[in-house]
């Protein structure tokens, strides 16, 4: 049984070598939510030369839209949601250095196989126990994009924010390994 | 409520605070039998990763019954069923407006996840209305309001499929089968699989959504499609899928089948799946 992580943004390449399939983390430091309107947005101001930089190098991206944040919390409930539909736009969020993706349910093989390339690491949160990991998050503010809600760009702060690696840099990929060895037939 | 020559008068005023409540209930708290089924799932799992994530299932519905934080942060599509008893009379409003603005006032502060064109998607409604109304008018006098609040992970997952009668049950077991291995984490398992056949398209789809208001654990009345639940259920639990598609022998909860008088010509069968946050509350006015 491989011993938990802790680890903090904005990661190396030296941290993201250390990660292993399957291996329990807890993330510290900052954050990035964004989803399916986010990316749109973010990746057709890119295009048009409305920003010049993403400034993704190093950063961690969290597939999560947030319900409102109540008077006297940080954030309201902000668990994962689902990592595929993000799939098309993150071969290119690598290449311009993202270094991991938290979310749930798996990635499809050519950004499997992109993750090996750029040495990204994705995280696998665990869904619908948005209650469960409130505690896990710090700080959030808006940084980019407010008129999308709940699809906003929002800067995290996270205080050992439980995820396990569900894809690592060397193939390891959970899913294809712990359902196959589950299922039976 | 007066009662005038036995027609029983609601207000749209009261349909609307009671959707309210409905709506932060359900988002809140968790059904008991929902969490006993955790119970009884980490007893029956044998991956001690997905007895984990089972365990943190129990507690997550134990804080967010504290009403600070939601089950989930997807508080979902608001779909309405309403049973409306034909001597019931609707005043001082519209119905549909009642249960929208009940909607509106309920997902205050809650997220508002519904974008007004599927196309474009580029304005949100800001008040996740409009909801998602079904109606069935019964005997009687009473009214009864049902929400659940349906996440879009299952939702995404669900689909219809006309077979043909010649495809028969295996036809229609493979098809079941073949769309949650297909989904393998996405829905967020455990899942509830509610599946309809039978009727026209969009009959067999109402009753698969239908299927998952049944109280778990309840099979159905007709003995040959019980049996049909039971070999789904088993089947679904074998593929190996798992709590959060992390590998596991709990993949599924529950396997609901409703059936429908069908066309000589047609096998319609319809799979709408939920999550593990399966939220649904009711109250009869």
Same mark, same amino acid.
């Given at each position: 049984?491989?011993?938990?992580?802790?680890?903090?943004?904005?990661?190396?390449?030296?941290?993201?070598?250390?990660?292993?399939?399957?291996?329990?983390?807890?993330?510290?430091?900052?954050?990035?939510?964004?989803?399916?309107?986010?990316?749109?947005?973010?990746?057709?101001?890119?295009? $048009?030369? %409305? /920003?010049?930089?993403? *400034? #993704?190098?190093?950063?961690? =991206?969290?597939?999560?839209?947030?319900?409102?944040? +109540?008077?006297?919390?940080?954030?309201?409930?902000?668990?994962?949601?689902?990592?595929?539909?993000?799939?098309?736009?993150?071969?290119?969020?690598?290449?311009?250095?993202?270094?991991?993706?938290?979310?749930?349910?798996?990635?499809?093989?050519?950004?499997? $196989?992109? %993750? /090996?390339?750029?040495? *990204? #690491?994705?995280?696998?949160? =665990?869904?619908?126990?948005?209650?469960?990991?409130? +505690?896990?998050?710090?700080?959030?503010?808006?940084?980019?994009?407010?008129?999308?809600?709940?699809?906003?760009?929002?800067?995290?702060?996270?205080?050992?924010?439980?995820?396990?690696?569900?894809?690592?840099?060397?193939?390891?990929?959970?899913?294809?390994?712990?359902?196959?060895?589950?299922?039976?037939? | 409520?007066?009662?005038?020559?036995?027609?029983?008068?609601?207000?749209?005023?009261?349909?609307?605070?009671?959707?309210?409540?409905?709506?932060?209930?359900?988002?809140?708290?968790?059904?008991?039998?929902?969490?006993?089924?955790?119970?009884?799932?980490?007893?029956?799992?044998?991956?001690?990763?997905?007895?984990?994530?089972?365990?943190?299932?129990?507690?997550?519905?134990?804080?967010?019954?504290?009403?600070?934080?939601?089950?989930?942060?997807?508080?979902?599509?608001?779909?309405?069923?309403?049973?409306?008893?034909?001597?019931?009379?609707?005043?001082?409003?519209?119905?549909?407006?009642?249960?929208?603005?009940?909607?509106?006032?309920?997902?205050?502060?809650?997220?508002?996840?519904?974008?007004?064109?599927?196309?474009?998607?580029?304005?949100?409604?800001?008040?996740?209305?409009?909801?998602?109304?079904?109606?069935?008018?019964?005997?009687?006098?009473?009214?009864?309001?049902?929400?659940?609040?349906?996440?879009?992970?299952?939702?995404?997952?669900?689909?219809?499929?006309?077979?043909?009668?010649?495809?028969?049950?295996?036809?229609?077991?493979?098809?079941?089968?073949?769309?949650?291995?297909?989904?393998?984490?996405?829905?967020?398992?455990?899942?509830?699989?509610?599946?309809?056949?039978?009727?026209?398209?969009?009959?067999?789809?109402?009753?698969?959504?239908?299927?998952?208001?049944?109280?778990?654990?309840?099979?159905?009345?007709?003995?040959?499609?019980?049996?049909?639940?039971?070999?789904?259920?088993?089947?679904?639990?074998?593929?190996?899928?798992?709590?959060?598609?992390?590998?596991?022998?709990?993949?599924?909860?529950?396997?609901?089948?409703?059936?429908?008088?069908?066309?000589?010509?047609?096998?319609?069968?319809?799979?709408?799946?939920?999550?593990?946050?399966?939220?649904?509350?009711?109250?009869?006015?």
């Amino acid at each position: 049984m491989m011993e938990s992580i802790r680890i903090t943004t904005p990661l190396t390449d030296e941290v993201v070598a250390e990660l292993r399939v399957g291996q329990h983390v807890y993330i510290n430091g900052n954050i990035y939510c964004a989803r399916d309107s986010t990316h749109e947005k973010w990746f057709r101001h890119l295009d $048009q030369g %409305m /920003i010049t930089d993403l *400034a #993704v190098a190093g950063h961690i =991206v969290y597939y999560a839209g947030p319900s409102p944040t +109540k008077a006297g919390k940080v954030i309201g409930a902000c668990g994962p949601t689902t990592s595929s539909r993000m799939d098309k736009y993150l071969p290119r969020l690598m290449e311009l250095g993202l270094k991991g993706t938290i979310g749930k349910g798996s990635r499809s093989p050519e950004v499997v $196989q992109a %993750m /090996i390339k750029y040495k *990204a #690491v994705y995280f696998a949160a =665990v869904g619908g126990i948005a209650a469960l990991i409130d +505690k896990s998050i710090v700080g959030s503010r808006v940084v980019a994009f407010p008129d999308l809600g709940a699809e906003a760009l929002y800067q995290l702060v996270v205080k050992d924010f439980p995820v396990i690696v569900a894809n690592d840099i060397y193939g390891g990929d959970i899913y294809a390994e712990e359902i196959s060895k589950y299922a039976l037939d | 409520m007066r009662e005038v020559s036995g027609i029983k008068t609601i207000s749209a005023d009261r349909i609307k605070e009671v959707v309210a409540e409905l709506c932060q209930a359900a988002n809140y708290q968790l059904d008991c039998d929902m969490v006993d089924a955790f119970k009884e799932a980490v007893g029956k799992e044998v991956s001690p990763l997905g007895r984990e994530i089972l365990q943190q299932m129990i507690m997550n519905a134990e804080i967010a019954g504290k009403g600070e934080v939601p089950l989930c942060q997807d508080t979902g599509f608001a779909v309405v069923f309403l049973e409306l008893g034909q001597n019931v009379h609707i005043v001082d409003g519209y119905l549909y407006d009642a249960v929208n603005e009940g909607v509106r006032e309920g997902y205050r502060e809650l997220r508002k996840s519904i974008v007004r064109n599927p196309l474009t998607r580029k304005e949100n409604t800001r008040d996740n209305t409009p909801a998602v109304i079904h109606v069935k008018v019964v005997p009687g006098d009473k009214l009864k309001i049902t929400l659940m609040p349906k996440g879009g992970g299952g939702e995404n997952t669900s689909g219809v499929k006309m077979l043909k009668p010649s495809d028969g049950v295996d036809g229609v077991k493979k098809f079941i089968l073949d769309l949650v291995k297909a989904a393998r984490g996405n829905p967020c398992p455990p899942i509830l699989v509610g599946v309809g056949i039978g009727g026209t398209i969009e009959k067999a789809a109402l009753l698969a959504k239908e299927s998952l208001l049944r109280p778990m654990g309840e099979r159905s009345k007709i003995p040959d499609v019980a049996v049909l639940e039971e070999d789904l259920l088993e089947k679904i639990n074998r593929t190996g899928i798992g709590p959060q598609g992390l590998g596991g022998r709990i993949t599924a909860l529950s396997v609901n089948i409703e059936i429908f008088p069908a066309h000589i010509a047609s096998l319609p069968v319809a799979v709408n799946i939920n999550c593990h946050v399966h939220r649904q509350k009711s109250i009869v006015l």
